[in-house]
Nanobody, 112 residues
Framework: QAQLAESGGGLVQPGGSLRLSCTFS????????VGWYRQRPEKERELVAM???????SYAESAKGRFTISKDDSKNTIYLEMNNLQPEDTAVYYC??????WGQGTQVTVSS
């Protein structure tokens, strides 16, 4: 069964940056709906960013202007560049590919 693995989380101060990576064990059949979700403490899992048709990126309002989703087809990897992180961005970030089970996620903690 195909798998994915997230990495790149950590502790960062407010205003800081992180880049998350997600590597798939096989190339996605299609990048439509592939993206990143997060689950903040005591909240439901929510969409952060994803690819739409034609690999066009789409962002949640909270991510617009601060986060950038990208991919490297040669590495079967997608990324989430996160800038100007704030405490409310503290969450477990999950990579999503419709035909692959959820991974363990990567913890992002924004705190001074």
């Amino acid at each position: 069964q195909a798998q994915l693995a997230e990495s790149g989380g950590g502790l960062v101060q407010p205003g800081g940056s992180l880049r998350l990576s997600c590597t798939f064990s096989r190339p996605p059949f299609d990048y439509f709906a592939v993206g990143w979700y997060r689950q903040r403490p005591e909240k439901e899992r929510e969409l952060v960013a994803m690819f739409l048709s034609g690999d066009k990126p789409s962002y949640a309002e909270s991510a617009k202007g601060r986060f950038t989703i990208s991919k490297d087809d040669s590495k079967n990897t997608i990324y989430l560049e996160m800038n100007n992180l704030q405490p409310e961005d503290t969450a477990v970030y999950y990579c999503y590919e419709p035909s692959i089970p959820w991974g363990q996620g990567t913890q992002v903690t924004v705190s001074s």
